[in-house]
């Protein structure tokens, strides 16, 4: 089958409605309250109808790839923490392995899990703040505060094993920070048995409430073609029924010994690929990375957990793409080393930057508030999209 | 599929595009010409035993004499990788470009132009998209020098090498 | 005479001796300072209550610290600040359709309190019309919001502004045919008059009356309502998410105040047209609880739906504005055209 070239064309407005009125310019952003960050998008629109939707990104580069290469490879590390700093763990993780694979190094299988109690610990969290927003973004302002007191409970744990509440800075290369304290792992399972229970009450307060369904189901829908031509990826793309995770289809760190299941969008409320999957997605990923982390910490292996290596590492000249998956998508860190003591070229394929690539095509036809709702399940961090 | 193979299929259906192919490295890589590059994309994505859907990254690379961009492909129905890489001079900077073939590349080709000024033939939009429309320079390569002033605001910090006050 | 100059008269001996003209003047603004100082009492204690109800449904404590006792001075010092913000107009704003916006919210939400029945004899102006009078006037609000929205010169109040006037226009229909079910059987718009035909126990209340008709004629008026005062699920005019702060995205300080004491307001008008309409107003529920005075009845059961109000505003998202509009006109009106129908039948057989 010859595939489009263009698979967003199905959107396109048709001829001219009668009831058409004049085209008004509207700038949302960059001081909007559902922009979640500093983000403009120039809309045209009819009425409350979008014609067109344009971002304009930028207002948050930090020229973190310019940085990054005149700083040392440990020193990118806090760098990476600023990318997506919803979910900073995560993106230690991708760049420490990354840079692990290119010098072919071993990790102590305690820092291992430790690393992916972490991470999936820091997913949990990002999902709660992607949740909480969309809330805000459909007006419900309740849930807000659900998830930020669960949230809560997840950074007083990092804030014991690494010291820090939003940037971290704790997968190094070669290892972990710090090993956890006495007593950390314990905590952590206390969490886990406290939090499953109180997805239920987000989905009792939002996820079936009728209105918001009515909201998000068959809004924003993104076939399965436009979303891989667009690059989209995580939960934005597993939501359009798209069973792909790099944590099962490119497997890195320690997750093939765990048992989890990929979540996709089955179009329970209307159409697959809506944002209602998108949302749904989210909801139960956290049952699955709740999964992980209690598997993982029963399994925890004593051991030493910080890093084996120097603080001034020299890489091997070569190149490595290392992808993970982050709450957002496909976190890449493609890493060009020349041997030296810093890195040639870090860029870093931000799966926010993709994934908010994808909004001029849904966009057309859409209302106003259809396109808040949209941003929102895009689960977007301005941070990541600007670098 | 193996990098290999990818390979020589490439090498039956375009015998003069592929410059360079290395298979050692830790993710194989072929390197091609610029000149029928997007046919080339095409073909991979349209091939049925390719099939590359997905650009998973596409980056600008200054090589220091040279400029380069590389794509990072995967397949999502045959989970497999390919490496392409293109290289471009610094004075004739000019790709096809992909953004017909993977919509992604739209937002990262526009990127790799704003950091690199690697110019994409037919790219639907080729403006600036991280910094703003009348910045000057391209600031990811190499030989780059951070201007003094932006629109007459002082920009260079004093840390900055070669920006210090002893050197004005 | 005028209930409410006889109230003043039995209260006050000495207004019989003085020239009728001088007497009727003088209660005339006394009532109208009354009620202007209920408003904003009734204002300043309900913010406080809606961020108390917030923060304990979603687990927080609230205001804890102004004023000692649960953070009760709060919403005082907020005034306070708001009174002394500088008073911004944006420079290309229409000036003076501007400044009178916020006055004339107001003005609508404050000139519906004349006929509210707090008790048999305190009721401002006893009109015989008053049910329409109190329709009527609320209808002012929407010209306001359309003033501030399009004399603000920013395209996000326009957009709120618009929404307003298309809701409100819209839900008012509802809201009149709800109210016509009850005013079909007790043969008055008088609003002393409504309540005094629903006297006797709880089961004679309008709500209970025509059971289930007037019940579902009740909860239709009541989500109209809502949607009246621009209360969530139907905050679109302000839908802070989607349009920044919509009508008053350029207002600030005292100006805003006025809006916001304007919503609370009206939050309160509804209410009190509910229990006066449907529950039975100044009555107490029981015989033997007659010896509670009127106006804590009528004020406690407009607290209760003022509550509900904060209630479902803490709980439920906001509608889109094509949802708003099929609510309002293919599930409200032709419900309340069938409860009509059916209570016209009800009585014709």
Not at chain 1, 338 to 362: E, H, Q, Y
Not at chain 3, 279 to 293: A, H, N, Q, R, V
Request: glycine content about 8%.
């Amino acid at each position: 089958m010859k595939k489009s070239n263009f698979p967003e064309s199905q959107f396109e407005l048709q001829i001219p409605d009668p009831l058409r009125t004049d085209e008004m310019t509207l700038s949302m952003g960059p001081q909007h309250p559902s922009t979640h960050g500093v983000l403009q998008v120039i809309l045209k629109t009819d009425g409350e109808i979008v014609n067109s939707a344009r971002p304009q990104i930028g207002y948050l580069h930090r020229c973190f790839e310019k940085h990054a290469e005149n700083i040392t490879w440990h020193q990118v590390i806090p760098f990476t923490d600023r990318l997506d700093y919803i979910a900073s763990m995560n993106n230690n993780l991708g760049y420490a392995i990354g840079v692990e694979r290119m010098m072919n190094l071993e990790v102590n299988e305690r820092a291992e899990y430790l690393r992916v109690i972490v991470a999936e610990l820091n997913r949990i969290a990002s999902h709660l703040i992607a949740l909480g927003t969309y809330g805000l973004d459909i007006g419900a302002f309740t849930p807000f505060l659900y998830v930020f007191r669960d949230r809560e409970k997840i950074l007083d744990l990092f804030e014991e094993i690494c010291g820090a509440r939003l940037l971290y800075n704790y997968v190094w290369v070669g290892g972990v920070a710090y090993d956890a304290p006495e007593g950390w792992r314990e905590k952590v399972l206390e969490f886990v048995d406290y939090f499953e229970p109180k997805i239920k009450e987000y989905n009792d307060i939002l996820t079936y409430n009728k209105i918001f369904i009515e909201r998000t189901a068959n809004v924003g829908v993104i076939p399965a073609d436009v979303g891989i031509s667009y690059g989209v990826s995580g939960p934005s793309l597993r939501g359009s029924g798209v069973n792909f995770d790099l944590r099962k289809d490119d497997p890195y760190s320690v997750y093939d010994r765990f048992e989890f299941d990929v979540i996709t969008g089955k179009g329970e409320m209307g159409t697959i690929g809506d944002t209602w999957d998108r949302y749904w997605v989210r909801v139960a990923e956290m049952y699955e990375s709740a999964k992980i982390i209690r598997q993982a910490a029963e399994q925890l292996p004593e051991g030493d957990a910080k890093e084996t290596i120097p603080r001034n590492i020299k890489v091997p000249a070569g190149e490595y793409y290392m992808r993970t998956e982050t709450p957002r998508g496909e976190l890449g860190y493609y890493i060009i080393s020349d041997g030296g003591k810093m890195p040639n070229r870090v860029k870093v394929r931000s799966p926010a930057f993709c994934n908010l690539s994808v909004l001029p095509a849904i966009a057309p036809g859409v209302m106003i508030a259809d396109l808040v709702a949209i941003i929102g399940s895009l689960d977007i961090v301005l941070g990541e999209v600007d670098r | 599929m193996t990098a290999q193979e990818i390979h020589d299929t490439i090498q039956g259906k375009f015998p003069d595009v592929i410059i360079e192919f290395n298979d050692s490295v830790l993710q194989p890589y072929i390197k091609c010409t610029p000149n029928q590059f997007n046919e080339v994309c095409q073909f991979l994505r349209d091939e049925e035993e390719l099939n590359f859907d997905a650009l998973m990254n596409c980056s600008g690379v200054d090589y220091g004499e040279e400029l380069g961009v590389v794509y990072h492909l995967y397949s999502m129905t045959h989970r497999h990788k390919i490496v392409l890489k293109v290289n471009v001079t610094r004075e004739n900077a000019e790709i096809p470009t992909v953004a017909d073939i993977w919509r992604t590349a739209d937002w990262h080709e526009r990127e790799i132009f704003d950091l690199y000024g690697i110019n994409f033939i037919n790219h639907p939009d080729m403006r600036r998209i991280l910094l703003p429309d009348d910045w000057e320079g391209y600031p990811l390569r190499k030989d780059y020098v951070q201007p003094q002033f932006y629109n007459g605001i002082e920009i260079a910090h004093p840390d900055m090498k070669g920006n210090s006050d002893e050197e004005k | 005479m005028e209930p409410l100059v006889q109230f003043f008269y039995i209260l006050l001996p000495f207004l019989r001796d003085w020239p009728e003209w001088l007497a009727l003047t003088v209660i005339g603004i006394v009532a109208a300072l009354l009620m202007f100082g209920f408003v904003a009492i009734f204002a300043l204690f309900a913010i406080w209550l809606e961020r108390k109800v917030s923060a304990h449904m979603q687990d927080r404590i609230g205001p804890m610290e102004v004023g000692g006792w649960h953070g009760w001075a709060q919403t005082i010092a907020d005034t306070i600040k708001l009174l002394v913000k500088e008073d911004i107009v944006p420079e290309n704003a229409d000036r003076i359709l501007f400044k009178l916006a916020p006055a004339i919210v107001f003005t609508a939400a404050l000139a519906g309190f004349a006929v509210l029945p707090w008790t048999q004899d305190f009721i401002p102006a006893d009109l015989n019309v008053g049910l329409l009078y109190i329709l009527s006037v609320s209808s002012f609000a929407v010209i306001g919001i359309l003033m501030g929205g399009w004399a603000s010169n920013n395209k996000w109040s326009l957009y709120g502004a618009m929404r307003s006037a298309s809701q409100m226009v819209s839900y008012e229909i509802p809201v009149a045919l709800a109210l016509l079910a009850v005013v079909m059987n007790a043969g008055t718009l008088s609003m002393r008059h409504l309540v005094m035909a629903q006297s006797g126990n709880i089961l004679d209340w309008n709500v209970f009356n025509f059971f289930p008709l007037t019940a579902v004629a009740f909860i239709i008026y009541f989500v109209a309502s809502l949607a009246e005062v621009n209360r969530t699920p139907f905050d679109l005019p302000e839908g802070e998410s989607e349009l920044v702060g919509g009508f008053h995205t350029e207002y600030s300080g005292m100006r805003f105040a006025f809006f916001f004491l304007g919503e609370y307001a009206n939050m309160y008008v509804v209410s009190a047209i509910a229990t006066t309409v449907f529950l039975g107003g100044w009555l107490p529920p029981f015989e033997f609880l007659s010896f509670i005075p009127g106006p804590i009845w009528f004020v406690g059961k407009a607290m209760t739906m003022v509550f509900i109000q904060m209630w479902l505003r803490w709980t439920l998202p906001r509608l889109r504005v094509d949802q708003l509009m099929y609510t309002c006109w293919k599930v409200l009106t032709p419900f309340s055209f069938a409860i009509i129908l059916l209570i016209g039948l009800w009585k014709v057989i």
